[in-house]
């Protein structure tokens, strides 16, 4: 089992940044890692994702050029660095895992998920 525990979130201004970290217990090894959002009503969309040993990395267009996603696998934790914040980026923000490599846009490749941590984005 894994577990998955988030943390960074708040509220900051349009234009502002925030760094989240989602930390990783359990047999948390050679897993792809992955950052999701979601809005109420909406579904749950990609943001970024990265591979086991951090050489690939995965952008959703509303996130490419402002947001950073990395890992420190020592630490077990991956990282989400956001810049330029606008209200648009409000959502609740959910760290994934899983051991598939390919496809890592796709919510069916994560068996794991974190609680989420709320971002609020004013204007």
């Known amino acids: 089992q894994v577990q998955l525990v988030e943390s960074g979130g708040g509220l900051v201004q349009a234009g502002g940044s925030l760094r989240l970290s989602c930390a990783a217990s359990?047999?948390?090894?050679?897993?792809?890692m992955g950052w999701f959002r979601q809005t109420p009503g909406k579904e749950r969309e990609f943001v970024a994702a990265?591979?086991?040993?951090?050489?690939?990395?995965y952008y959703a267009d509303s996130a490419k050029d402002r947001f950073t996603i990395s890992r420190d696998n020592a630490k077990k934790t991956v990282y989400l660095q956001m810049n330029s914040l606008k209200p648009e980026d409000t959502a609740v923000y959910y760290c994934?895992?899983?051991?598939?490599?390919?496809?890592?846009?796709?919510?069916?490749?994560?068996?794991?998920w974190g609680q989420g941590t709320q971002v609020t984005v004013s204007s």
């Open positions: 990265i591979s086991w040993r951090g050489s690939d990395t």
């Open positions: 994934a895992a899983g051991y598939d490599y390919q496809g890592l846009s796709s919510l069916g490749k994560y068996g794991y």
């Open positions: 359990g047999r948390a090894v050679s897993l792809s």
